[in-house]
Each structure stands twice: as structure tokens, then as C-alpha cells.
């Protein structure tokens, strides 16, 4: 072997260790997050730090990520009945994906169709928003799946809405629904009544595209739709008997 070929694989072999070194870091991060946030609140998400270095490249140094942690107890129990009325009606049953959604959201593709809503559960929301960048590719679903099972597995379904609830983006900046609360009410999450938390669920498909401050028809349309759909699974008395509240 010459002594060039002998360099290029060592260089190739120092490379491979370096990017698996990286990988096993990144997946203990992960690991860890997962575990240490079962307890702790969250102090931002993987998309709020993107949305602020975004904002810096871009130029726009007024930008800035807004979140405030509150507990469950701190929530209206109207804001989670409403997320779940909106986004994700199978949370307490499914172990972190809806397959039926899955299965409707595929065969309308295949028809051509266009998914009144996409078949991502609030727990790989929370998975997705909370350690990975925002985007659609297979990598970032793929790992966006395991870390969704991890969660399922260490965390209470009532953990998952909490940190779901405080890291979720409401607007441009705006993160977790204390911000929103505040931002939008001038009231803290605790006093939300129905028909907000109804109008902050209605703009999720698209916080950036949607206004909670000036709603357009279709948000308020979709707000009556969440207040429906929150009076027909039951009200408070569905968070009770599926110990969300």
C-alpha cells in the first residue's frame, strides 16, 4: 500500500469515528432529555433556538423567542381539551401514532387528495418540537418516530401535553401557551376561557399563516369546530377520566 492510500484511510477512519462519536452524543443528548425532562420544565425547544438563529441570519435582531414555563396546574383546563380537540382527538389511546390517520392521510395522497389535517399526534409534536429542526424529510420522521416511542415510554401522556402545552408555537416568537395567554389575553393560561383556547388551537396548523390577533374566517370557523368537538368529548370531565387535568 502506498504511503498516500495509507493516509487517505486513515483520514477516512479518523472521520468515521469522529461522525460516530458525534452521532452517539447527539443520541445521548437525546437520551438524556428524555429522561431529565420527565421531571424538570423545559427551558426551550430545538425549534425555538432555530427560530432565533434564523432571525440573526436573516438580520432581524428584534426577534426574539418568547416562553414561559407553567405547570399543568397552571393551564385552563380548556387550552388541553382544546389541543386535543384540535390536533389529536386518539392521545389518550395511542401509544404515539395514530394509525388510522396515518392510513387516511396515505390513501388520500395516493388519491390525490388534501388532508383536512396531517396524522402527527401531539406526541411526536412534542418529540418533533422539543429535540429536532423543523422541515419534512424521512430522516427527520424517522428519528422524529423513535425519540415519540421514547417519550411514550418514560413520560405520563399528562407530561407529554404539559411540555407539549409550554413549548408549542402560538405565533411568530411566541412559544408555549403562558406567551400566548399573556401575549394575546393580557391573562395568564390559568384563566383562559373556552372560546380562547379554542382560537389558539385553531391556528396551530400554521402559526405563521394564521393570526390569533386579527383571526380570519377560516380560524373562526375553525374555532366554533374546536368548541364543538370539546363539548362532544366531554369537557373537563374527559381530562378526569383520562387523568390529564
Known sequence: MSKGRGQKHGLLGRVRIWSQSV???VIGVWLAGIVIFAFLPVPFSAVMVERQFGAWITGDFGYVAHQDWVPMDEISPYM???VIAAEDQKFPQHWGFDLGAIESVIDGSEKGDKPVRGASTISQQTSKNLFLWDGRS???KGLEAGLTLGTEVVWTKRRILT???NIVEFGPGVFGVEEAARRYFHKPASRLTASEAALLAA???NPHRFSVK???GYVL???QWILRQMRQLGGESYLKQNKLN
Open 23 to 25: 452521532i452517539l452524543g
Open 138 to 140: 424521512w430522516i427527520r
Open 80 to 82: 388541553a381539551l382544546a
Open 214 to 216: 386579527a383571526p380570519s
Open 163 to 165: 411540555v407539549y402545552l
Open 203 to 205: 391556528v396551530l396548523p
Open 221 to 223: 370557523r375553525r374555532q
